[in-house]
């Protein structure tokens, strides 16, 4: 797992851990304060899970919208159509970093190695992606995961995901013993695939918003089929 998602996945766990300890520690503070004074009062299993309307069962569908950190780095959007089911729609650029070795490994393939004569050569120098776009739908199943922790559900689904790819390369061209030469060329190249996701997503503050972490897995089936790649990442939606 690339260190940079491991951190996201750290820093979602804390929030959850933060969030979790903040309720527990009103609730034990509210109970010493009025401890004594006053007549317990009753609430409601319905109201007490108004926190986030993600979780107010008679009420949806409902929407969110906010932003993914991790691959891709997008604007996110979720439909809740139901308790169980939900769409998700994602648009964004692609963590490149994380790709350098397998745009390194493409120069081969790019490079047009068919009009190099015998006694040429050509190198590999580097590479500068100038953009990388992804975007992609999923359809989601959730499952209730309270008795984990109040306000979190786990989920899994499948979808389709569209990539742009703008590259430019550097190379080194060896002429003969005598004559080397220095030159670039651009790559443009779009592909699809199929994803999977899996998920988790925790609603449970003051605010209508919910932070979710998920891993997903990408297949190629244009470009370099059969060529996989884990991605995911953490994010926050406003809920509405």
Known sequence: MPFALFRYIIFFLFCIFIAGHSHAQKRNKSKSFYKGRYKSVKVSKAKAKVVCPIFEHSKYPYQGIGVKLGDPFAVTYKFYATKNFAVAIDFGSAASGL????????????????????????????????????????????????????????YIGAGWQLRQLNIEYEYFLEINSNENELGKFDVNRFTMGPTGALGLEYAYFELPVSAFLEIEMFSDMVEDPGWIRFQGGVGIRYVF
């Open 99 to 154: 790709y350098n070795k397998y745009h390194r490994d493409n120069f081969i393939n790019y490079s047009a190695t068919d009009s190099v004569l015998g006694s040429e050569s050509i190198s590999y120098l580097g590479h500068k992606v100038k953009s990388e776009w992804v975007s992609e739908g999923k359809l989601l199943y959730h499952h209730d995961a309270s008795k984990l922790l109040s306000g979190l559900q786990w």
